[in-house]
Nanobody
């Protein structure tokens, strides 16, 4: 089994910054990709940013130029650096990982963290 734990959320004023962390633990052979999603009240969960196993990244248009996703493979941890935060960034941020646990079987599974609240007051 694999666990993803997010941290780093909080309340920050518009224009401020936060750094979210997603720590993966458990039976991990390789983490293929790690993504950050967010869900605002009354809205669907949306993809914010994703990074693959070789470091290629993609971002939602709404956060391009403001957010940066990164990962430390040695620590099985991913980060989301969020700058120039806006009230519309307010949401619960979730970490998602595609993880392969068994080196002898080419099977991977999708895991979610519990979420961390980010609040930017208007």
């Amino acid at each position: 089994q694999v666990q993803l734990v997010e941290s780093g959320g909080g309340l920050v004023q518009p224009g401020g910054s936060l750094r979210l962390s997603c720590a993966a633990s458990g039976n991990i052979f390789i983490i293929y990709s790690i993504a950050w999603y967010r869900q605002a009240p009354g809205k669907q969960r949306e993809l914010v940013a994703i990074i693959d196993s070789v470091g290629s990244t993609n971002y939602a248009d709404a956060v391009k130029g403001r957010f940066t996703i990164s990962r430390d493979n040695a620590k099985n941890t991913a980060y989301l650096q969020m700058n120039s935060l806006k009230p519309e960034d307010t949401a619960v941020y979730y970490c998602n990982g595609i993880v392969r646990s068994d080196p002898t079987r080419n099977m991977s599974y999708n895991y979610w963290g519990q979420g961390t609240q980010v609040t930017i007051p208007s």
